[in-house]
């Protein structure tokens, strides 16, 4: 489905706003209104917008000096100045300062849709140059975020207001939920979006490395360090430091990473020289870091200076309403393989509405590549996702793989501790015991598969 243009209208003239919302309203636009260049900062911090009609005279201010502020908050934002012909020079100049063009009042309507469909042009060539529109997530080949459910909805509205600064997030949720990919969404809403997003997974290197991962290291600087090597702090200077697996960084490096937090300053290994770097931090966990504070594995200091503000990415039984709107944007991904078309059969919906989702949207987007290997004709049965019927996991079964009993029995409710045990080892299980392949599936590191094994008894 076309997504709907999102237009602000910046002019005191209340009658001439609402002529103008009307008409394009009725060409399929979504509007919005502003009297002030207060109120149109309102709406820019809050908004993602695809055009801008600003009115040079404002009763608050000038709109050659809102007009910088506009192209600080959205870069790519483009700004059609409306201006009476007593102004007509103050337009040129606005030109030069960045605007796209110029309709002299009152315009002509129809003049104004052939602008904007141009000015709608010009953003989205300056988007494709700059690659907003070439991220890809390691799991999910298009930065596309599905939010049909109200608590989606709200995590996205929360997204692009925090988006608008530099204050550092701190991600929550679940293995699977799509922490990285809510991380890329605040990168790219943000004034960096055209420099670089580097993800760090502070689960996935090994303690010896993790500083000169992060700050480099010079040559000879330790045995092995045959040249010199950036660090991916300087990497991600001017842009986005994605802390994955936060929870997963190691004790002694927690106070040379809160040193660097502080002053954005540090040293490569084997360097004397001190550098400095400009750098968003975003960080995610899936774990309770307070309850890792108590436990003395991760530093309190740290985590307020983490925590600017926190989002949290809801679980997928939590958001019922994206299920079918996933299955089917997994499903209709191209197909390398083949050009047929794919449908999920009405049984095979119901039952996918009726799953818990421990693994969440990753586990989703596994089910429905299986579905698609299987599917008969592009016709998957439910059969095709799951070789069982979803949720109905025999008593035998359970007890002989995992040692679960009653997990599934109507008179047990399972706890979420339960479900991801549960998933793990059925993913063990359907990996052979083969660890890498199935850290790989569950989307976390070999040593945090690991350390949940040993914590569920299971010789490693």
């Known amino acids: 489905m076309k997504q709907c243009q999102k237009i602000l209208i910046v002019d005191d003239e209340d009658a001439l706003r609402e002529i103008i919302a009307q008409r394009l309203k009725r060409k399929g636009y979504e509007i919005l209104e502003a009297g002030t260049s207060k109120q149109a900062l309102a709406h820019i911090r809050d908004h993602l917008l695809d055009a801008v009609l600003l009115d040079i005279k404002l009763p608050d201010g000038d709109g ?60 989205k060539l300056v988007l494709e140059n700059t690659g907003l529109r070439q991220v890809v997530n390691r799991q999910i080949p298009e930065c596309k975020i599905i939010a049909e459910s109200p608590p989606m909805r709200s995590l996205l509205e929360m997204t692009r207001k925090v988006a608008q600064t530099d204050t550092s997030v701190l991600i929550q949720g679940e293995s699977g939920v799509g922490k990285e990919l809510v991380a890329k969404a605040i990168h790219l809403w943000s004034t960096r979006f055209n420099r670089p997003f580097i993800p760090v997974n502070a689960g996935a290197i090994p303690e010896a490395l993790i500083e000169s991962e992060l700050f480099g290291h010079e040559k000879g600087a330790f045995t092995g360090a045959g040249a010199q090597k950036v660090g991916l702090v300087e ?183 339960e479900l991801e045990k549960y998933y793990i080892l059925s993913t063990m299980n359907r990996a052979k015991g083969n660890k890498t392949q199935a850290a790989n599936i569950l989307g976390i590191s070999v040593r945090n598969l690991y350390r949940k094994l040993q914590s569920y008894g299971v010789n490693v």
């Not at 700004?79 to 315009?107: H, R, W």
């Not at 106070?255 to 660097?260: Q, Y």
């Not at 550098?275 to 899936?286: E, L």
Request: a neutral charge.
């Open 235 to 417: 990497i991600a200077d001017n842009g986005t430091l994605f802390l994955d697996e936060i929870g997963e960084m190691p004790l002694f490096f927690q106070v040379k990473l809160l040193r660097f937090l502080e002053s954005r300053e540090f040293r490569r290994v084997g360097d004397t020289r001190l550098r400095r770097v400009d750098v968003r931090i975003v960080a995610a966990t899936n774990r309770d870091l307070r309850s890792e504070i108590n436990q003395g594995r991760f530093r309190e200091d740290l985590f307020y200076r983490l925590n600017g503000l926190t989002l949290t990415v809801p679980s997928l039984r939590e958001r019922c309403e994206d299920i079918i709107p996933l299955a089917e944007f997994f499903l209709n991904k191209s197909d390398k393989l083949s050009a047929k078309d794919y449908i999920l059969l009405p049984e095979t919906k119901e039952q996918l509405l009726s799953y818990d989702f421990p693994g969440n949207v990753r586990e989703l987007l596994h089910l429905i590549e299986r579905g698609k290997i299987l599917a008969n004709q592009g016709k998957i049965r439910p059969a095709d996702i799951w070789p069982e019927k979803l949720g109905q996991v025999s008593k035998s079964a359970s007890k002989s793989e995992n040692g679960f009993g009653d997990l599934f029995s109507d008179n047990h409710q399972p706890s979420l501790e």
């Open 64 to 123: 050659l000096i809102l007009l910088p502020k506009i192209k600080q908050l959205q870069p790519d934002l483009q700004v059609v100045m409306l201006t009476g012909n007593g102004t007509i020079e103050s337009a040129i100049e606005a030109m030069k300062q960045g605007a796209f063009d110029y309709l002299t009042k009152p315009c002509n309507l129809s003049e104004l849709e052939i602008t904007l469909q141009k000015a709608s042009e010009q953003r």
